[in-house]
């Protein structure tokens, strides 16, 4: 078992969904239910996953989080190209998140790779 508020990893994510929320506030309010919840729901995901895995039993269990965490990543970039496609959010803005993201992926990559060697799981 992990201490997850400890890992610098869920920190940057609680960070990340926190940014998320501000910058989605300002999106039309027929959204509220659309765009808004989808990418706020992503954004949610990604942190909620490190901390499900880091407190599971195995470090088995904790990959798989992160795997999964990274597939809410990516969710989370999709929504956020459309919601620049509809005219929601600025490039400027979603490139500082897909900056954050991308940095986001490379932590959890990496440590995915330390928990695999740790406990001889292949890499898929």
Same mark, same amino acid.
Request: charged share 25%; net charge neutral; aromatic share 8%.
């Given at each position: 078992?992990?201490?997850?508020?400890?890992?610098?990893?869920?920190?940057?994510r609680?960070?990340?969904?926190?940014?998320?929320?501000?910058?989605?506030? &300002?999106?039309?309010? !027929?959204?509220m239910? @659309?765009?808004?919840?989808?990418?706020?729901?992503?954004?949610? *995901? +990604? #942190? &909620?996953n490190?901390? !499900?895995?880091?407190? @599971?039993?195995?470090?088995?269990?904790?990959?798989?989080?992160? *795997? +999964? #965490?990274?597939?809410s990543?990516?969710?989370?970039?999709?929504?956020?190209?459309?919601?620049?496609n509809?005219?929601?959010?600025?490039e400027?803005?979603?490139?500082?998140?897909?900056?954050?993201?991308?940095?986001?992926?490379?932590?959890?990559f990496?440590?995915?790779?330390?928990?695999?060697?740790?406990?001889?799981?292949?890499?898929?």
């Amino acid at each position: 078992m992990h201490r997850f508020k400890e890992l610098e990893i869920w920190k940057k994510r609680v960070e990340l969904t926190t940014n998320v929320y501000r910058a989605t506030a &300002s999106f039309p309010k !027929e959204e509220m239910y @659309g765009l808004t919840l989808q990418i706020r729901r992503a954004a949610v *995901s +990604i #942190s &909620s996953n490190i901390a !499900e895995g880091a407190s @599971g039993n195995s470090d088995a269990d904790f990959v798989r989080f992160l *795997s +999964i #965490s990274n597939g809410s990543c990516c969710e989370l970039e999709t929504q956020l190209i459309v919601a620049v496609n509809l005219g929601f959010l600025t490039e400027e803005v979603a490139d500082t998140f897909y900056k954050e993201l991308g940095s986001i992926q490379r932590m959890n990559f990496k440590l995915q790779e330390r928990l695999r060697a740790k406990v001889l799981i292949p890499s898929t």
